[in-house]
């Protein structure tokens, strides 16, 4: 069981709120990931960090922002909910490898429904 | 374009039984290859992962293979349980990139019944 935790698991608000979606591990992995991930669909990356102070965007374009002052903390934010935004948010974290090689570790998610 | 197809996209088998689940990849150049299980409402757990020279690999009655001359990966699942009954994702990352990208598929549904 990978010790990295995501909190809310659920989390349902209104259209033009702030949220921020919280991520931890403990494992003093130096990589973190966000991904959005729909039903049936594949993850998408929408942000990484390589170390503190360090986040770059993903693949997916994303309205949301990060941030990783600590190394075991990166968290989310979504400054206007939309319910496009409703979706699965998945964090993960890694070491990092000379080769390509590491595993990232993922947390149980967060369901976000935006109304 | 880097794609990684899986099939079929959902399966139902007797507890029990034996089933294999296929992965295509396009991802060029080509680092490794994961398996990862992930149940309903959860985050993914890799199962295996598989370098250019790997062709086979373990992981108590899940057996991943590898053939990276036509970029086929299967996984194979031995005496089912009701716990395996989850989505199966295969995931490819290349080496083009500090970062060594991952490339994910879209999933196999197995469903397990008793």
């Known amino acids: 069981e990978a010790d990295i935790y995501q909190t809310p698991r659920y989390l349902v608000i209104g259209t033009g709120k702030k949220i921020t979606l919280e991520c931890s591990q403990t494992m003093g992995h130096d990589k973190m990931y966000w991904y959005q991930q729909d039903p049936g669909m594949e993850l998408h990356l929408i942000h990484y960090?390589?170390?503190?102070?360090?986040?770059e965007k993903g693949d997916l374009s994303s309205e949301s922002t990060v941030s990783r002052i600590r190394t075991e903390h990166f968290p989310l934010t979504l400054e206007s909910a939309r319910p496009s935004h409703t979706s699965q948010y998945l964090c993960a974290s890694s070491e990092a490898s000379r080769n390509g090689t590491d595993t990232q570790y993922f947390g149980p998610g967060t369901r976000l429904t935006v109304l | 374009k880097n794609q990684v197809e899986q099939s079929p996209q959902s399966l139902i088998i007797l507890e029990g039984k034996n089933c294999t689940l296929q992965?295509?990849?396009?991802?060029?150049?080509?680092?490794?290859l994961r398996w990862y299980k992930q149940d309903t409402g959860r985050g993914p757990v890799s199962l295996t992962i598989m370098t250019f020279s790997e062709n086979t690999k373990s992981n108590g009655r899940y057996t991943a293979t590898l053939d990276a001359d036509t970029k086929q990966s299967s996984l194979h699942i031995t005496a089912s349980q009701l716990s395996d009954s989850a989505s199966y994702i295969c995931v490819v990352s290349d080496r083009g990139s500090t970062l060594g990208r991952l490339y994910f598929g879209r999933g196999t549904q197995l469903t397990v019944w008793p």
């Open positions: 992965c295509n990849y396009t991802v060029s150049p080509f680092s490794n």
């Open positions: 960090s390589y170390g503190v102070n360090s986040t």
